[in-house]
T-cell receptor, first 113, second 114 residues
Framework: LAKTTQPISMDSYEGQEVNITCSHNNIATNDYITWYQQFPSQGPRFIIQGYKTKVTNEVASLFIPADRKSSTLSLPRVSLSDTAVYYCLVGENYGGSQGNLIFGKGTKLSVKP | DSGVTQTPKHLITATGQRVTLRCSPRSGDLSVYWYQQSLDQGLQFLIQYYNGEERAKGNILERFSAQQFPDLHSELNLSSLELGDSALYFC?????????????FGQGTRLTVV
C-alpha cells in the first residue's frame, strides 16, 4: 500500500490556479493515482485519475512525472466553491473486489475572495 | 446525486445503545465500503464488502459489525455506543468492470451519541 504525503492546507484567491502536490515514493507498477474532493458534511467526490503523464478533464488536470513518485492536481481559476479537502489516493484500481480506497488526511484548500 | 443511498440521514441515541445504518449501493455495484469521519478528522476506513463477502478490514472496533445482503445493500451495526462514536458515517460503492475508475459516496449518516 503506497503511502501518500500532501500538504495539510493551502490558501488561494479566486481566479488563481492551484497546484496540490502529492508524494508517493513507493508507488507500485500497477498503482493508479486518484484524487477526490470533499465538501464539509458531504461524501467525497471523484475528481480525476491517472497512471502517467497528463490527464485533463472538465474539472482539473493531473500531472504525473516519469518516475511517478509524485503527482500534481491542478485546479484552473479556482472559485470560492472550490474550498474543500482534496485527497490523493494511490493503489491498484482494477476490479471492484479490490480497489484500494484508503484516504489520508488530505489537503484543506481555502479559497478567498 | 451519486446513486448511493444512506439511511437514516441523522440519528441521535444514548450511550450504551445499538444502532443500524443502512446503505444501498448504486445499481450494479458489487463493492460497498464503510467509513467513519469524526469532526475535523479524515476518513477512517472501516470495512469493505464485495458481493456479500467481507473483503478488507480497517480500523473497525469489535463493537461494530457489518454485512452485505444478497440484494447488495449493506448494514453497519454499532453497539454499546460511546460518546466518541459520534461521527459521520459514509458508505461508498464501486463497480466491478475491468478498469474501475471511481467510487461513489452516499451523503452519510450523522450519528450523535448523547
Amino acid at each position: 500500500l503506497a503511502k501518500t504525503t500532501q500538504p495539510i492546507s493551502m490558501d488561494s484567491y479566486e481566479g488563481q490556479e492551484v497546484n496540490i502536490t502529492c508524494s508517493h515514493n513507493n508507488i507500485a507498477t500497477n498503482d493508479y493515482i486518484t484524487w477526490y474532493q470533499q465538501f464539509p458534511s458531504q461524501g467525497p467526490r471523484f475528481i480525476i485519475q491517472g497512471y502517467k503523464t497528463k490527464v485533463t478533464n472538465e474539472v482539473a488536470s493531473l500531472f504525473i512525472p516519469a518516475d511517478r513518485k509524485s503527482s500534481t492536481l491542478s485546479l484552473p481559476r479556482v472559485s470560492l466553491s472550490d474550498t474543500a479537502v482534496y485527497y490523493c489516493l494511490v493503489g491498484e484500481n482494477y476490479g471492484g473486489s479490490q480497489g484500494n480506497l484508503i484516504f489520508g488526511k488530505g489537503t484543506k484548500l481555502s479559497v478567498k475572495p | 446525486d451519486s446513486g448511493v443511498t444512506q439511511t437514516p440521514k441523522h440519528l441521535i441515541t444514548a450511550t450504551g445503545q445499538r444502532v443500524t445504518l443502512r446503505c444501498s449501493p448504486r445499481s450494479g455495484d458489487l463493492s460497498v465500503y464503510w467509513y467513519q469521519q469524526s469532526l475535523d478528522q479524515g476518513l477512517q476506513f472501516l470495512i469493505q464488502y464485495y458481493n456479500g463477502e467481507e473483503r478488507a478490514k480497517g480500523n473497525i472496533l469489535e463493537r461494530f459489525s457489518a454485512q452485505q445482503f444478497p440484494d447488495l445493500h449493506s448494514e453497519l451495526n454499532l453497539s454499546s455506543l460511546e460518546l466518541g462514536d459520534s461521527a459521520l458515517y459514509f458508505c461508498a460503492s464501486k463497480r466491478l468492470t475491468g478498469l474501475n475508475t471511481e467510487a461513489f459516496f452516499g451523503q452519510g449518516t450523522r450519528l450523535t451519541v448523547v
